[in-house]
């Protein structure tokens, strides 16, 4: 088996110029997690989940640890304080954020496969221990030609399996 025979080829995508708050509204549609993203020549520029958008509306910086030293204690404690305003916060990281183009919050560094890898490189990234990785986008040429998702190779291994 290789990554042609498990590859989904009509994916869909979002341009790297899309606002944020039209990607966010396509994968509110969707039952997927993330979308690639190409640019004006179909080519792969990265790969855009919720992960990314978690990090854009829960910055980490709410968070402040105030060291306190009372007397009689020879060390100081820190106490963590929550500046967030929960809800409010996120309605003005939406508005903040929605108009940015995708391409900035975007990941990069997208581990990619050729048309003719095998299954043991799909496992090797989908497995991968440092990189939660869901789907593995089909690169021929730069351009995008396929995705193969986790649940793809699970379903084929297990038909093979099945079989044998």
Known sequence: MEARDLMTSDVETVREDEDVSEVLRKLARRKFTGFPVVDEHDHLV??????DFVELFQPKDRSVWIPIGLPPF????DYHVDLSWDELE???DLLQNAGR???EVMTEDVLTVSPDADV???LAILAHDDRDVNRVPVVEDGKLVGIVTR???LRALHAERSTA
Not at 46 to 51: I, K, S, W
């Open 101 to 103: 183009p995708v391409r």
């Open 151 to 153: 649940e793809d190779l």
């Open 74 to 77: 020879l060390e100081s404690l």
């Open 46 to 51: 990265g790969v855009v989940t919720q992960r």
């Open 90 to 92: 996120t309605e003005l």
């Open 120 to 122: 043991d490189d799909l």
